[in-house]
């Protein structure tokens, strides 16, 4: 591995920051019921195509970021986040060899976990409402995440 | 094309610490984020510079439905505005109309009441917000409402709209604060009602057009179309704001409570302007101090926050004083505390 290879720092930071306003934007109901987690997936994608780029750090920002935006308990889904990338990073080289469509299982299971973590924090912390749309939101993100990979891949040269 | 800017190379050299050794760190730091914020203190002042922080994000991303809610008002044509004016114009003559007496019901009432004078208006002061964001979902019902810290508005801190109570703020930052709507799945609200004065409490259901009353007694007298008000007993909202009105009351002859509905006042989506209010201290229809609450209780009962945390327990409502009709707190002639003594506060959720 090069080692003096250039990190895509700038397209990490842009493309955490866009997916942070994809999330905050104000949707009409029913188009919220079914928003996934657009910070989930681009930190998925980055720590499967440059986890040295942003590192742990980039993600748990994102998460913090999103936790002050919707008004959770702090580190709430910086907590959810982190693993993920944590996750994905630890299985980055298997999953760079799979088809695009191999890796959206795997997205889904992680939005899945992300879900669950976020759910059981919130558990905790204040009480949460499980609604069945809750756990349809990491199905359309997994199928979201061809378009979103295609999309994030051209701005930077694979490895 | 490599990088947008001069992302430069690593830095740190080959390898620094593994992922899991870091991943550890950042999930420790979140857990102790997580454990302060809950216990609150200083973490709310690094809060409410966050908020400021993120404010200008916050309405980035709602330019883009102002810009268009601006189109659509400059592209009104004539007869629209004229047809408002109109309607208008109706609503300020019923408006006069229905205030025409008022004077002489205040001095009726002051005379009623052994005062020298009329009563000033429990409302002392306003603030209008603009709304910037709407959040409605069963998770959460939010405002963000471009008035923070700097305008003088606190925590929990009553808002409402023309029509009747909105909410209350749940967080404030310099310039924006968060309005936790009274539909709020977390939100409960003391009330009142109006005709029969019976006293409950109005729970969020996470629907925008419903409030839940589970806590009233079978044989209790409230009706359909009844209109809630609220009570003063939580120390947050002035006493008699109108709440909601009863859509649906359900008696099951074999549960010992019945099943209330009740459908807001106040909507968000008609108007994008709210109200704060400052309610006159001292003033019978105050919201009661907590210390007045505390005397009257024989046990230490937290202050009411209306912002519940766990369950509250269904206790028995006050029994319905049908013999006053409309029996009211400020209806006393003793002084505001005392005038609340009076109504037991059970109702009140005890943390």
Redesign the interface.
């Known amino acids: 591995m090069n080692?003096?290879?250039?990190?895509?720092?700038?397209?990490v930071a842009?493309s955490v920051l866009l997916a942070?306003?994809l999330q905050?934007?104000?949707l009409p109901?029913w188009l919220?019921?079914v928003r996934p987690s657009f910070v989930g997936i681009v930190v998925i994608y980055w720590a499967i195509y440059a986890?040295?780029?942003g590192?742990?750090?980039a993600p748990?920002l994102a998460?913090?970021?999103l936790d002050?935006?919707k008004?959770d308990?702090?580190?709430?889904n910086?907590?959810a986040i982190?693993?993920v990338?944590?996750i994905t990073?630890?299985l980055h080289q298997r999953l760079r060899n799979q088809t695009l469509i191999q890796q959206s299982l795997f997205v889904y299971f992680m939005l899945t976990l992300n879900e669950a973590v976020v759910w059981i924090?919130e558990g905790w912390?204040?009480?949460s409402?499980s609604?069945p749309w809750r756990w349809i939101q990491p199905m359309i993100g997994a199928m979201l995440w061809p378009f979103v990979a295609m999309m994030v891949g051209r701005?930077?040269?694979r490895t | 094309m490599a990088v947008f800017g001069s992302g430069g190379s690593r830095s740190f050299g080959g390898r620094g610490p593994s992922f899991g050794f870091r991943f550890f760190c950042y999930a420790l730091l979140c857990v102790v984020l997580m454990f302060y914020d809950r216990k609150g203190g200083w973490l709310d002042t690094a809060r409410y510079g966050l908020q400021a922080a993120v404010y200008p994000l916050q309405l980035a991303v709602n330019s883009p439905s102002a810009a268009w809610r601006w189109m659509k008002e400059s592209f009104t044509t004539r007869e629209a505005l004229q047809k408002e004016v109109d309607q208008l114009r109706n609503e300020l003559r019923d408006q006069r109309l229905m205030t025409l007496r008022q004077a002489a019901l205040e001095s009726e009432n002051a005379t009623l009441r052994g005062l020298s004078t009329a009563l000033p208006e429990v409302i002392e002061k306003r603030l209008i917000g603009e709304v910037i964001n709407v959040e409605v979902s069963t998770l959460r019902q939010r405002l963000l409402v471009n008035r923070g810290g700097n305008s003088g508005v606190h925590k929990a801190q009553p808002v409402i709209t023309g029509e009747g109570v909105l909410g209350q703020v749940f967080r404030i930052g310099p310039f924006s604060s968060e309005i936790i709507l009274i539909t709020d799945s977390e939100h409960a609200l003391p009330v009142q009602v109006l005709r029969s004065g019976v006293r409950s409490i109005a729970l969020g259901t996470g629907r925008a057009t419903a409030l839940e009353l589970p806590y009233v007694p079978q044989n209790y007298d409230v009706k359909v179309g009844d209109v809630l008000v609220t009570s003063g007993l939580d120390g947050v909202f002035p006493f008699g704001l109108p709440v909601a009105r009863i859509t649906k009351v359900e008696r099951d002859p074999t549960q010992p409570l019945a099943q209330i509905y009740a459908a807001p006042l106040a909507r968000i989506e008609a108007d994008r302007e709210v109200l704060f209010i400052w309610a006159r201290p001292g003033h019978p229809a105050a919201p009661a101090s907590t210390e007045a609450l505390v005397v009257e209780e024989p046990k230490p009962a937290a202050p009411a926050k209306p912002v519940r945390k766990p369950e509250p327990q269904p206790t028995p409502a006050p029994a319905p004083r049908e013999t006053a009709p409309a029996a009211t707190p400020g209806a006393e002639t003793t002084p505001a505390p005392a005038g609340r003594e009076t109504a037991p506060p059970a109702e009140v959720p005890t943390p």
């Open positions: 080692l003096a290879r250039r990190e895509p720092r700038w397209s842009l942070l306003v905050a934007l104000p109901t919220e019921a986890p040295h780029a590192g742990i750090f748990w998460g913090l970021g002050v935006f008004g308990v702090l580190g709430q910086a907590l982190v693993l990338a944590y990073m630890s924090i912390t204040q009480h409402i609604s701005t930077h040269v």
